[in-house]
């Protein structure tokens, strides 16, 4: 079972992210052998993390059933770590333990695979990066990307500088 259909309430995200109209649906496709997270706007069409004509409201994207779940779009001074298999039956890794410590105050969910960490916060416009870091696979994204949204809270938190 996917851990976002695991949350048992009503997500609480950061009211910095709900009062952005930056929300879209997801779903899984399969391409070239592999399942992707497709953004779908409300209507069911694919949405764009670059058109902000394809996006809507927390309020109205959280009401819609479609797809897997919510998906917000980076930008607008809103940026997210992803960290890739971080988890082992829900406890941070050593080395994940060791990053989370630059972040004890900032909100963070469980990605929908269950195994991963998404550090949500306040970031300036710039290109994405990956990098493994102490054997940790992170990755920084702040434009150009949507991150998927599970209301699984890992640590409670705010959106504080990344």
Not at 6 to 34: D, T
Not at 72 to 87: Q, R
């Amino acid at each position: 079972m996917y851990a976002h259909r695991a949350a048992r309430v009503a997500p609480a995200f950061p009211a910095e992210l709900r009062e952005r109209n930056r929300w879209v649906r997801w779903a899984e496709v399969m391409r070239k052998g592999r399942l992707d997270k497709v953004p779908l706007q409300l209507n069911g069409a694919n949405a764009s993390s670059t058109d902000p004509k394809t996006w809507s409201s927390y309020d109205d994207a959280s009401a819609s059933t479609l797809g897997a779940g919510l998906g917000f779009v980076l930008g607008d001074g809103i940026g997210c770590i992803d960290l890739d298999h971080c988890l082992i039956d829900g406890r941070a890794t050593p080395e994940a333990r060791k990053f989370l410590r630059d972040y004890p105050s900032h909100y963070i969910e469980v990605s929908p695979s269950g195994d991963g960490l998404h550090i949500w916060g306040l970031q300036e416009e710039q290109g994405g990066r990956r990098q493994s870091i102490g054997g940790l696979s992170v990755e920084r994204y702040s434009v150009g990307r949507y991150i998927t949204m599970t209301g699984n809270v890992y640590q409670p938190g705010e959106l504080l500088p990344l």
